[in-house]
């Protein structure tokens, strides 16, 4: 378009916007509408509910989680089998009616003992999961919070304690307390997984610090503190959730392994751990021992992980967004 | 005969919802050696279109019907081998982002030769040359070493012009810019559109800008589109556009834009439309924008769906209540 | 670049200090002395000329400086319970065995893994695609201890006449066949979710769209675009991969009968021999750490966009 083609054209635009000023207010008013009204509030925590729900894969997963539990629950509460009789007429029955995960070398049943063992997994894991949790969010919250030297020297640290390898971390713990029960467990296994959490909460506080909305809250004069407790670490959960889902199942695994090669909790009180390794010893001849402990641990991780998923894209929904 | 000529094209894409007709009907004409506008808001399918015509729509979404004839050729019938042959020496496409629309890990001299030795043959250090020259052609200082940076070491105005080179460098009949100048900042995209003007007096492309800013439309287009909610709205050249617009849509759109000038600048209200485009999973059966449309009354704008038509010579608009016949009305009721 | 790898490489040095550190202490922290564990009784003055000579008589921090000293001469020290070797030779003997198996795991992992992500990623949806995320989700969540009963008690108890693979030891290559799939079954099906995840996102950039707009054959888009940048997040993912190896081989060893180094590993803790001990640890740590710094490294290599970061 020529230049003075183009300044008359705008010129008309000028005169034709006045009169179209007047005829948009009297729509408006007509009509009710204004551009750009509120279309009702939502929240979060509702929008990520639904958008987990839609998830098909999630909501099996969450169900299947949900099944292993109340089984571990609740099959013990109700069975009329004593898990600690011994009787050796009943040993090494396989999976029957009567016994649907068989029985053990001492006539056991399984599907109990299997149930009790799911609840000393679980204990260690929920408690390792959130002693974990507790030391990762305060130690990556702190380094990514405060940032700077301190960040550094913190990040320096954990990069030494990313040196030391999992399982002979663990080992050396549980050698430091000299006896193998439920906290030392515990313990041995928070000391050598708590680093993951760690810079996960770091990274994503990190990346959250330099959003717009924060500097806004320091320009407003918001004390530190309240920064810290009421974004940072709010929009923090999210991520912290879908870890959890993430770690429990690490941890019950980890039990596992130490349990496997000896290092487990002593008897009578067994994890799936120390079932799948009483089952190793005999696995030539009755197979169904080891396989069925080892089995529910593969359910956990099937479907804590799957949770995982659906919450990391429920709580998340930029990733999806085209 | 039209250098590219879209008939009725129909793009849907599938959802869990439905399938939202993104592009509903569109029909257009671009003559060669001219410059085709396309404006529109966000969402109104103008890229879908361009995407359409080169064939890049992507899973959910399909071509479901329409004709898309480029330099004679159906491009709908064609393979996908055979487009991949006429996308680069026949249409050369510019996209939004220069940000995120070059592979942030190859070098930018690589990105430019690759098509030249695909489409045109070249040698390694006759496709290097010729990147060489494109790169001083589209203003890029200090070409020859420029070759071997990466695309974050280019500022977003520059990355444009890459992007511009890439598309030009087969010589392509058609391009089609889409947004090109959206993502950059205001004193950059004067020299984009300046280029992109000297693309066309030099070489006599012909050119398909979209863009939902009108200042650009106004600079670049000979002839103008105006689309929403998946359909045209009005066509017409573009002095005429600007000057005696007929939809109550475009009018509207012209009646936003910020002025700086004038009377009542520092007491009057930033214009906007009111109200939202229809959801385009189900379009109503009905004129699309009579919900936010000023003048339709209780006319059966709610209930038939206009046709475009040619209002007058060149210039077609899909609108019951076009603005040179509500004056006219006007006269006539008193 | 350069100097950014010539600090990264410096770093290392302290958080080795450090790891030989904390492993020094947790070792101390040991209730328990060597020479009093063992069976037969060791009279007290030659208890006392062995703790001498092992320089256990002194205080603790000097312990620590011969050994650090010890660490970076290579000399690990004499084995307190087996006495006639040194960690050196224990090591020498069982370490190489170790690393073959979790070598040829990762290889399997990678040759098996990776490819299946990529097909799996550009036939989304497709049967195969679900086929191979069905295997993959049942690989990842099997504990290994499981497969590798499974694989023993199939291959070479049920089916022994087909396929005879021997379950203990490690020796010619029919040794190998099944501990490296039980060990490389993990990784192969985090690669091959990751690969898959990586690339379909890569499919989605706005970079690849333009190069499928430049008219550049499918191919060539794929294998030049696409590839190279979904592949990094698999190189970044070989470290972390590289712990899970160590663990899991402790338990391949013991299940398999393998005279690795895991096995050692966990005799030597009940036994209080520290020197083993610390030396294993101290060494894997190493291994740990030196590839991490690889991994950092190469990915700074593959990935343009961080080589002018300032770190």
């Known amino acids: 378009m020529e230049t003075d083609q183009r300044d008359h054209a705008i010129e008309a635009t000028h005169r034709r916007r006045a009169q179209f000023e007047d005829a948009l207010t009297r729509t408006a008013e007509v009509r009710g509408t204004e551009a750009g009204a509120a279309l009702g509030r939502a929240s979060l925590w509702k929008d990520a509910y639904y958008r987990f729900i839609a998830n098909k894969a999630s909501v099996i997963a969450a169900f299947a989680f949900l099944i292993l539990l109340a089984y571990v629950i609740f099959v013990p509460i109700f069975s009329n089998e004593d898990p600690y009789a011994v009787d050796f007429s009943e040993a090494y029955i396989p999976p029957s009616w009567e016994h649907p995960f068989g029985t053990d070398q001492f006539g056991r049943d399984l599907f109990v003992r299997t149930a009790l063992g799911g609840r000393v997994s679980f204990a260690i894991g929920f408690a390792a999961t959130i002693a974990i949790m507790v030391i990762g969010i305060t130690y990556g919250a702190t380094s990514g919070f405060l940032g700077g030297r301190v960040d550094n020297a913190l990040m320096r640290f954990l990069d030494a304690l990313y040196g030391l390898p999992y399982l002979p971390f663990a080992i050396l713990t549980l050698a430091i307390f000299g006896t193998v029960n439920f906290w030392t467990m515990v313990v041995a296994l928070t000391i050598a997984s708590w680093f993951t959490a760690a810079r996960v909460v770091r990274g994503q506080i990190i990346s959250l610090k330099e959003n717009d909305y924060v500097r806004a809250a320091y320009a407003l004069g918001v004390p530190r503190r309240r920064i810290l407790s009421r974004h940072l670490l709010v929009n923090t959960l999210g991520v912290i959730i879908v870890f959890v889902f993430l770690e429990l199942p690490g941890v019950i695994l980890g039990e596992a392994f130490l349990s496997f090669i000896g290092l487990g909790i002593s008897p009578p009180k067994a994890s799936w751990g120390t079932l799948a390794q009483e089952g190793y010893v005999e696995y030539q001849v009755h197979p169904y021992i080891i396989v069925i402990p080892s089995l529910m641990i593969a359910w956990l991780i099937l479907s804590a992980f799957f949770i995982a998923d659906g919450l990391r894209d429920a709580l998340d929904p930029r990733m999806k967004e085209t | ?334 | 670049m350069l100097k950014f790898t010539i600090r990264r490489i410096l770093w290392t040095i302290p958080v080795i200090l450090l790891v030989i550190l904390m492993t020094f202490v947790m070792m101390r922290m040991i209730k328990g002395n060597p020479f009093r564990t063992t069976e037969r009784a060791v009279p007290e003055a030659i208890q006392r000329n062995l703790e001498r000579k092992f320089h256990l008589d002194q205080p603790a921090y000097k312990q620590y400086l011969f050994y650090v000293k010890g660490v970076f001469t290579l000399d690990l020290g004499p084995s307190l319970v087996l006495r006639s070797q040194t960690v050196n030779d224990i090591i020498k003997q069982h370490f190489p065995v170790s690393i073959h198996l979790g070598v040829m795991a990762l290889l399997f992992a990678i040759v098996l893994g990776i490819p299946l992500g990529i097909l799996a990623a550009l036939k989304q949806n497709s049967p195969l695609d679900y086929a191979s995320m069905g295997i993959a989700n049942l690989g990842f969540s099997i504990p290994s201890f499981l497969v590798a009963t499974l694989l023993i008690y199939f291959f070479a108890v049920k089916w022994k006449d087909v396929t005879g693979l021997p379950t203990n030891g490690w020796g010619g290559p029919e040794t190998w066949v099944l501990p490296v799939i039980a060990l490389g079954i993990y990784p192969m099906t985090y690669f091959a979710r990751l690969v898959r995840g990586s690339m379909l996102e890569t499919l989605q950039q706005d970079y690849v769209r333009t190069a499928k707009a430049k008219g550049l054959r499918w191919r060539v888009v794929v294998g030049k675009h696409v590839l190279r940048n979904s592949l990094i997040p698999a190189v970044t993912a070989t470290g972390p991969l590289l712990g899970y190896l160590i663990t899991g081989s402790f338990i391949i060893e013991y299940i398999f009968g393998i005279p690795g180094i895991g096995k050692y590993y966990v005799t030597a803790v009940t036994g209080r021999d520290y020197s083993v001990v610390m030396g294993i640890t101290v060494l894997l740590s190493v291994i740990i750490i030196v590839a991490n710094l690889v991994v950092d490294i190469v990915y700074v290599y593959l990935d343009p966009r961080t080589r002018d970061e300032r770190t």
């Open chain 2, 1 to 334: 005969m039209a250098l590219l000529e879209v008939s009725d094209l129909r793009t849907y894409f599938k959802t869990r919802e439905g399938e939202v007709h993104a592009v509903d009907g569109v029909s257009l004409m671009v003559e060669e050696g001219k410059v085709l506008g396309i404006v529109g808001e966000s969402g109104c399918g103008k890229s879908v279109t361009a995407l359409s015509i080169m064939g890049l729509v992507q899973n959910p979404g399909r071509i479901v019907s329409g004709s898309v004839r480029f330099d004679g050729r159906e491009l709908t019938e064609l393979k996908e081998r055979e487009l991949e042959d006429v996308r680069g020496p026949g249409i050369g496409m510019i996209f939004q982002d220069p940000m995120t629309s070059l592979n942030p890990t190859l070098t930018v001299g690589t990105q430019l030769t690759e098509t030249l030795r695909r489409h045109l043959g070249m040698s390694s250090s006759q496709a290097k040359k010729r990147a060489i020259e494109l790169l001083e052609e589209v203003h890029i200082p200090d070409a020859a070493r420029r070759l071997s940076d990466y695309p974050h070491r280019f500022s977003g105005g520059m990355r444009q012009r890459v992007m511009v080179a890439i598309a030009i460098s087969c010589n392509p009949k058609l391009v089609i810019a889409d947004e090109p100048t959206t993502a950059l900042d205001v004193t950059v995209q004067a020299g984009v559109l300046d280029l992109l003007d000297e693309l066309r007096r030099v070489h006599g492309t012909t050119m398909m800008i979209i863009s939902h800013n009108m200042g650009v439309i106004a600079e670049t287009a000979d002839e103008v589109l105006v689309m929403y909610a998946g359909q045209v709205v009005e066509q017409a050249p573009a002095i005429e556009l600007f000057d005696q617009p007929e939809h109550p849509y475009t009018e509207a759109l012209l009646a936003s834009l910020p002025h700086l000038e004038g009377r009542d600048v520092r007491n009057g209200r930033l214009v906007s439309i009111p109200g939202r485009p229809p959801d385009l999973l189900v379009p109503p059966e009905a004129c699309r924008f009579a919900p936010r449309c000023t003048y339709a009354g209780t006319d059966d704008c709610t209930v038939v769906a206009p046709e475009l038509r040619e209002i007058r010579p060149g210039h077609w608009v899909r609108s019951q209540h076009p603005r040179s016949e509500r004056a006219a009305a006007a006269v006539g009721a008193v």
